[in-house]
């Protein structure tokens, strides 16, 4: 069979593609190799050209991660390519392919294989890439980088710390537009006529403070060294953040009318044309494509045979995603000046697919079976734009961005007593130890949760005194991004922390703290 063609014609002249290593930042010797091997060997596959490392002209290589003050947390590792002769397409499976080779070199995680120390076939261990890369393309029309000044930093001297300072600056603007393009720390919505100054600091104090599901972690944290240190997640639960008149209004988004018409009533359950069985699908989706910039539109694809209890169609889950609500700028307006501290932004798509959504609500009745899950956890997120940017590391990492998740009961009237439905938290390290492993929150109007993504957690049906009730709640799928590099990301209080209560230990985390 014919080799496929890549070579492009102008006039009649064939040009065959050229990727052309520029510059990177952040990796070792070692790393840059190994990479350059792989992409090597992806443009054989391809029938693309590679230069890089020439006499004239070698790659820069800048020891010094690309930090980029729009993404504060990134880790700035880049690989920097001019790529001349493509066409989308060609462009798209070279990326493609790369991308897939580089995460199975990513500390071997995905690979079955160990190194035997005691095998004589092994010379040499395995080079693992440490953590993920950027590789970036820029096209000759994109291409900003001076090429005389590109001349001069690939003659460089080592002690000539200008040149690399300007490698870093162009490397982390690339990063900047890398993070922009798929809005992944675009700020969430604020509203002009909201004032903080008009609501009282008492609002803003949780009325319950728990830390539980906790563990010894090893990763680098104020430092580089890597020593185990002890972290536990953390829920907040809020009974003056959001008055009643807010409350209502977010309950008319989440059910398409107004909850004091005629046409409503609370104990009939969800209305079938917005609300349907199973449709709620709140993990990812193997089935996702990748996400590119430009698709960063309102469509939702998802599983309707996913999921135990009512969930918005597809139709009503787009409009509170993504059309405007009052309602909504409100209290996105709440948490921003919740965490002064922050840039707190939506889930951004490219996390985790199209499948989980920044926004979702909950409808739970009688009978409905739900199990734990946690909503994401970014030591844990697949391969995509925001981990060649970010990484992957434990949640409340310092300097990093961490993943939090704020639920409001919705309901006018909810008994706790009578009809149930609280969230529940469970403690993984005890698990095995303890019968009382699990948390309840008790539902309440207007009551708030704020919790860390990564803690076990599940909806509990009402009981059946509750009748076809449903407990309804609205969920954001919320980032904080820090502001300055290392930032402490565990403290929350914004200031406030002596109106906060006693700190609550439960599980492992009240193990640690005997």
């Known amino acids: 069979m014919p080799e496929k063609c890549t070579s492009t014609r102008l006039g009649m002249e064939c040009i065959t593609p050229q990727a052309e290593a520029i510059m990177s930042s952040g990796l070792d ?30 790659i820069v290589s800048v020891s010094a991660p690309a930090v980029a003050l729009e993404a504060t947390g990134a880790h700035g590792r880049v690989l920097l390519f001019r790529a001349s002769g493509f066409d989308p397409d060609l462009l798209e499976d070279f990326e493609g392919g790369i991308c897939e080779q580089v995460d199975l070199l990513l500390c071997g995680s995905d690979s079955d294989e160990e190194y035997d120390e005691d095998d004589d076939d092994d010379d040499n261990p395995p080079i693992f890439l440490k953590e993920a890369v950027l590789i970036y393309f820029q096209t000759d029309d994109e291409l900003e980088l001076n090429l005389s000044q590109l001349e001069l930093v690939a003659n460089r001297d080592d002690d000539d710390k200008d040149n690399d300072d300007y490698c870093t600056r162009y490397l982390s603007a690339i990063v900047a537009q890398h993070v922009q393009e798929y809005q992944m720390a675009s700020p969430i919505q604020t509203a002009d006529v909201y004032n903080k100054h008009e609501i009282e600091e008492t609002s803003l ?92 539109g309102t469509e939702i694809e998802r599983n309707s045979d996913s999921g135990g209890g009512w969930g918005l169609t597809d139709e009503g889950l787009e409009e509170i995603c993504f059309e405007h609500h009052d309602a909504v700028q409100e209290m996105e307006s709440i948490l921003s000046n919740l965490f002064p501290d922050f840039v707190v932004s939506r889930l951004p798509e490219t996390v985790l697919g199209r499948s989980v959504t920044p926004m979702t609500a909950n409808a739970p009745t009688t009978g409905d079976v739900f199990g734990y899950h946690i909503d994401a956890d970014p030591n844990i997120t697949p391969s995509s734009p925001w981990t060649d940017v970010y990484g992957r590391y434990p949640n409340r990492s310092a300097g990093k961005p961490r993943f939090m998740s704020c639920l409001v009961y919705l309901n006018d009237e909810w008994d706790g007593d009578k009809w149930g439905a609280p969230t529940r938290f469970v403690d993984v390290p005890t698990d095995e130890i303890s019968d009382l492993n699990v948390y309840d929150v008790e539902a309440g109007p207007g009551r708030c949760i704020i919790m860390d993504q990564d803690i076990g957690h599940t909806v509990v049906a009402p009981s059946a005194a509750a009748g076809k009730r449903a407990r309804y709640s609205l969920v954001w799928k919320l980032i904080l991004h820090p502001k300055t590099v290392g930032q402490d990301m565990k403290h929350l209080a914004g200031g406030r922390k002596s109106l906060w209560p006693e700190t609550e230990y439960f599980g492992s985390a009240a193990q640690e703290n005997q």
């Open 205 to 296: 104090v949780p009325s319950i403070h728990v830390e539980m599901d906790g563990g010894y972690i090893s990763y680098p944290d104020t430092s580089t060294t890597t020593t185990p240190y002890w972290d536990a997640s953390t829920l907040l639960v809020f009974d003056n953040l959001v008055g009643q008149d807010l409350r209502k209004r977010l309950l008319d988004v989440v059910i398409g009318e107004d909850s004091e018409s005629d046409h409503y009533d609370a104990q009939d359950g969800p209305n079938p044309i917005r609300w349907v069985r199973g449709s709620l699908l709140d993990v990812p989706d193997p089935n996702d494509p990748p996400l590119e910039p430009e698709e960063n």
């Open 29 to 58: 010797p070692e790393e840059l190799s190994l990479l350059m091997e792989v992409i090597s060997h992806e443009c054989q596959q391809l029938g693309i050209g590679l230069s890089c490392g020439e006499i004239d002209t070698p």
